[in-house]
């Protein structure tokens, strides 16, 4: 949710709108380097096109991500990898500032700023020509930073939206000999777009389209391919304050994944696309989101489920 909501759905947006950081999750080097991405997938989904009202608003996200399976390019388990089992928790904050006195070809603007804190466990066995061998790792930090300096809204009573630039900066805890990261080690960037539109009275859909490019990891010389993610919500307000929806992402990398200059394996190229559903609740001054999001159709991946617990407040 991204604005605090008034009677003509001036609402929380987007704690779900781009919590921007990293929740990311790194599990083994597949589909972008470690499986994972700057971009947290799933989170921008209720009322993703919303400008918060001006001043400050603060958003509070609380991940689970659990999976058992990590597959390979033609979506089958890994082989060689046994006993999979990926278990990571991200807490995170986003503070929101809109401008009162400016506004940019008839646009809002805001800027935004947010910081995970990753807690991730990694396990699985692995075939080696010595034998089966089991590896494991824990670690716990700060992820990597998210800035985005301009955002633009535009608003309409059925149709709002937001374009905006998400700045990845690599501060977070990271280790090339780990197999978990809560940082990824480089900068990343992505232009993005999002909408929330309303083609029945007590009907949303929300979108958030995100389009990624990776720099370098200077500590493996590896660069993730480009990636593209799409978040959504459909739901239904069956009373003002409540709304019961299905939301999820889809994610598609669009360029091969490279190694010192050179195309890594077959491109390593991932996909997922997740489901579930969600379950809102907002007043003027505060809102809360729950929702479970399923995954499948995954390749060059880790494959599980998600838990999301948001909160907005507006100061």
Known sequence: ?????????????????????????????????????????????VLAGKMPPPGFTEFFYLSDYSANKTLDGDGNQKQGIHNFDLDVQALSMRVDYVYQDYSILGA??????????????????????????HRSDHQEGVGDLTVTPFVLGWSSPRYSQLFALD?????????????????????AYGPWYSFTAYPLEKLEVSAKLIYMFNGENSATHYRSGR?????????????????????????????DDEKNGQTYLDGNRGRVVAIGPSIKYQTPAIGFVMKVQHE?????????????LQAVYRF
């Open 108 to 133: 809002k603007l805001a800027s935004r700023i947010a910081l995970p804190l990753v807690k991730g466990d990694v396990k699985f066995d692995v075939d080696t020509p010595a034998g089966r061998v």
């Open 227 to 255: 990636e593209f993610n799409a978040d959504y919500n459909i739901g239904y307000n069956i009373t003002p304050e409540w709304q019961v929806g299905v939301n999820g992402y889809a994610y598609k990398q669009l360029s």
């Open 1 to 45: 949710m991204n604005t605090l909501k008034s009677k003509n759905h001036r609402a929380p947006n987007a704690w779900i709108s781009t919590l921007c950081i990293g929740l990311f999750f790194v599990p083994l080097a597949q589909a972008t380097e470690g499986g994972g991405t700057s971009y947290p997938l799933g989170v921008n989904t």
């Open 296 to 308: 499948m159709l995954v390749e060059n991946r880790a494959e599980g489920n998600k838990f999301w």
């Open 167 to 187: 700045i990845f900066a690599p501060i977070g805890s990271y280790d090339k000999d780990r197999l978990f990261n809560p940082g990824r080690n480089y900068w």
